[in-house]
Nanobody, 115 residues
Framework: VQLVESGGGLVQPGGSLRLSCAAS????????MSWYRQAPGKERELVAT????????NYAASVKGRFIISRDNDKNTVYLQMNSLEPEDTAVYYC?????????WGQGTQVTVSS
């Protein structure tokens, strides 16, 4: 599956953004989908995951209560709604899809939180 992220940009602290991850080449309904982020000088970290069947979600402690991951299997797209953004959320955000031996990453989208 090929993944393309969009929706990043510059936002003020306290603002919101919604990232999208559009998939092609395969249906993502079978995939476990995740969002990761990598800030300058830091390792890539897992932000949120949504499972394939039940749609169970998990979040990093740093974003729990502020971010929401969701999926629309009909549109073959995964979303990350980010609310109450903080400067510490500044990073490149990546989408990842896993199914069996298949493991795909998108190219990333930049999110900058600054006044």
């Amino acid at each position: 599956v090929q993944l393309v992220e969009s929706g990043g940009g510059l936002v003020q602290p306290g603002g919101s953004l919604r990232l999208s991850c559009a998939a092609s080449g395969s249906r993502i309904s079978r995939y476990v989908m995740s969002w990761y982020r990598q800030a300058p000088g830091k390792e890539r970290e897992l932000v949120a995951t949504i499972t394939n069947a039940a749609g169970t979600t998990n979040y990093a402690a740093s974003v729990k209560g502020r971010f929401i991951i969701s999926r629309d299997n009909d549109k073959n797209t995964v979303y990350l709604q980010m609310n109450s953004l903080e400067p510490e959320d500044t990073a490149v955000y990546y989408c990842r899809g896993r199914y069996g031996v298949y493991d795909s990453w998108g190219q990333g989208t930049q999110v900058t939180v600054s006044s």
